[in-house]
């Protein structure tokens, strides 16, 4: 199974700053047959499922604000809130779709500072 | 929009069974491939399932495989998740989701497995 794990546990990041999360998979995401990396992102705030984010590592979810941005290959991925609202206040995941099973992070708390 | 509605949850003591349904709507249903993912209170997110269109396709996690059954109903738009042999670690939110891949989520539903 590819594990993932994410750094750090929890952030506290002042309103309008810019806030940054890790993502770290075990083994390669990226498929050399069409140069995609398989690594989605998801947002839970409280009581909510998760939301979806971002796909193939870098592409927004239609609705999704422009702060947010995800980049990475292979193993290493980050996403970004360029600029941290109050509503963005929420645990974030990344997840591979690689292989089977499908695999999480263990979730990032964000919170504001 | 993708509607997915869990129902099904409920305490149940170790040992027992139960049958999670989930209720799609906004999507044709047949089309996709759909997914159970859970939640234990306050922790992570763990996938444990899915099942293709036509069901010829289906996977499940070590942790759940031989006790848990993923079923559909394309003519009712429906997805089951069959679970013998409960344990207290299968204590969590379920989730119905759309996808194999990435996921559409449901707002879940309770499943307390307790003596």
């Known amino acids: 199974d590819i594990v993932m794990t994410q750094s750090p546990d929890s952030l506290a990041v002042s309103l309008g700053e810019r806030a940054t999360i890790n993502c770290k998979s075990s083994?390669?995401?990226?498929?050399?047959?069409?140069?995609?990396?398989?690594l989605v992102w998801y947002q839970q705030k409280p009581g909510q499922p998760p939301k979806k984010l971002i796909y193939?590592?870098?592409t927004r979810e239609s609705g999704v604000p422009d702060r947010f941005s995800g980049s990475g290959s292979g193993t290493d991925f980050t996403l970004t809130i360029s600029s941290l609202q109050a509503e963005d206040v929420a645990v974030y995941y990344c997840?591979?779709?690689?292989?089977?099973?499908?695999?999480f992070g263990q979730g990032t708390k964000l919170e504001i500072k | 929009q993708v509607q997915l509605v869990e129902s099904g949850g409920d305490l149940v003591k170790p040992g027992g069974s139960l049958r999670l349904s989930c209720a799609a709507s906004?999507?044709?249903?047949?089309?996709?491939?759909l997914s159970w993912i859970r939640q234990a209170p306050g922790k992570g997110l763990e996938w444990m399932s899915y099942?293709?269109?036509?069901?010829?396709?289906?996977y499940y996690a070590d942790s759940v495989k031989g006790r848990f059954t993923i079923s559909r109903d394309n003519a009712k738009n429906s997805l089951y998740l069959q679970m013998n042999s409960l344990r207290v670690e299968d204590t969590a939110v379920y989730y119905c989701?759309?996808?194999?891949?990435?996921?559409?989520w449901g707002q879940g539903t309770l499943v307390t497995v307790s003596s």
């Open positions: 997840q591979q779709y690689y292989s089977t099973p499908r695999t």
């Open positions: 906004g999507f044709t249903f047949s089309d996709y491939y």
């Open positions: 989701a759309r996808g194999r891949d990435t996921f559409n």
């Open positions: 193939w590592a870098s």
């Open positions: 099942i293709s269109g036509t069901s010829g396709d289906k």
């Open positions: 083994q390669s995401v990226l498929h050399s047959s069409n140069n995609k990396n398989y």
